[in-house]
């Protein structure tokens, strides 16, 4: 029966019958659910009571109260109302939206997220919770939960959807902070534990040199001729030489991986930090008949630490020399090319594979596995080497081939006397 198009006597008879029939207990409730919607539905109409609206607008008075920002949306994915959390976090209106889908108002990260697709309709079932990443305001990526759950009326029909936004971005950088800390730490103990097992194997070869030539030279040493002596203490002088060098660059990578290495940039030669190294592997270069030619413009300049940048290039002429035959040849040149100066050291030695380049830079490989050849060395070097060109702004660059020799060549900022006072130690 339609109660709207009952005329007033025709309502009164029809409200005396449902009154016997309530007294006769006759009244039958609807069994079916249609039946039921249907009743409540003609029993709202002939009230006037809208029961669509009362139901969003008792949502809307509930999310207010909500500490995040949310927002419900009706059956055709468009938005009945939000709470002042939201507008605040989007920087919009709440007015403004009524009537608009996700699409017309909200990055596309999140818009995909919601319950409303692009045609405009629900998509949902129940309660749907997504994880994602967008863009919301000066270009700064926030990571966001959206959870959203479907509200019914009293026939339980679908009316829309509430929607709850989680800011989580604090939350999974603290996770990733502690994730990339848990990486390191592990890394620096199987680092640890690698490198020292290297260490006190390459400590031990020259110690014992060193104590074994020079307990011959005491007990016998009016058995020996002058020759004999002068071999026992050149042994000596290169296996202290190796142990300086090997504490030394131990002493540079503890510091470094513990951070205390302090850099200071400066104007500096590149031909003058050449000079200043070269007097000291005089001796070696002539041991083994090594030529050295040196093709440095004296004018280049570059902007970089002194102390990191000398260690880098010792150890670049130093390995040139260990690697390279006797009467061999040793190139140090630069180039410049985009703003940077690449320092370069090419010797013609045994070269290197490709395999070997790949590991170079690690530390549980010592050199004694890289190139064939047996040579002292744990590879530190090359790694504080690595570490140090980062650390100016640069990077150490490796190219070789088996028999045809190696080069390593360090990149650096130049420095320009035409930038203006403010600015002279930076890229433009």
């Known amino acids: 029966m339609d109660l709207i198009n009952l005329t007033k006597e025709e309502l009164v008879k029809e409200i005396e019958r449902l009154n016997k029939l309530l007294e006769e207990k006759k009244l039958v409730v609807p ?6 919607d ?3 539905e003609q029993l709202g109409n002939f009230s006037g009571f809208d029961f669509t609206q009362i139901h969003n607008e008792l949502m809307i008075s509930s999310i207010k109260n909500i500490p995040n920002p949310s927002y419900i949306l009706n059956t055709e994915g468009r938005f009945v109302g ?7 976090y989007f920087h919009l209106s709440c007015v403004d939206l009524i009537g608009k889908t996700p699409y017309d108002v909200l990055p596309i990260e999140i818009a995909d997220a ?7 309709k629900l998509d949902i079932d129940g309660i749907a919770t997504h994880e994602i990443v967008s863009t919301i305001q000066k270009n700064e990526a926030k990571t966001i939960i959206i959870t959203e759950s479907v509200y019914n009326d009293l026939g339980n029909n679908l009316l829309g959807v509430v929607g709850v936004l989680n800011d989580i971005t604090e939350k999974r950088k603290a996770e990733k902070a502690l994730i990339d800390s848990e990486r390191k730490l592990r890394e620096v103990n199987e680092m640890k534990d690698k490198f020292f097992s290297i260490i006190s194997h390459d400590l031990k070869n020259p110690f014992a040199s060193l104590l074994g030539f020079s307990e011959m030279l005491l007990e016998d040493y009016e058995s020996f001729d002058e020759e004999e002596r002068k071999n026992f203490l050149n042994e ?20 470094s991986t513990m ?9 500096l030669s590149v031909k003058g930090l050449f000079d200043e190294l070269l007097p000291s592997f005089e001796k070696d270069l002539k041991t083994k008949s090594i030529s050295l030619e040196i093709e440095v413009d004296p004018s280049i300049q570059v902007i970089a630490d002194r ?5 880098i290039l010792e150890n670049l002429i130093s390995n040139a020399i260990k690697f390279t035959s006797d009467e061999g040849k040793i190139n140090l040149f630069c180039e410049k090319k985009d703003r940077n100066i690449f320092i370069s050291v090419e010797d013609n030695g045994i070269g290197l594979t490709q395999d070997d380049i790949e590991k170079l830079f690690r530390i549980d490989v010592p050199t004694t596995k890289i190139g064939g050849k047996k040579e002292k060395g744990t590879g530190l070097g090359l790694i504080i080497s690595s570490m140090f060109a980062k650390e100016n702004e640069g990077e150490l660059i490796v190219s070789s081939e088996p028999n045809k020799g190696s080069k390593f060549t360090l990149s650096l900022k130049e420095y320009r006397e035409n930038r203006t006072r403010e600015h002279k130690y930076l890229e433009e």
């Open 236 to 255: 000596i002088y290169k296996s202290a030489k190796f142990s300086f060098r090997l504490l030394n660059n131990l002493l540079l990578w503890s510091k």
């Open 114 to 120: 919601t319950s409303s697709t692009k045609d405009g």
């Open 259 to 267: 951070g205390k290495i302090v850099t200071e940039r400066e104007v």
């Open 307 to 311: 102390a990191t940048v000398l260690v």
């Open 31 to 36: 069994s079916e659910k249609k039946e039921e």
């Open 82 to 88: 939000c709470n002042i959390h939201f507008e605040n």
């Open 38 to 40: 249907d009743f409540l």
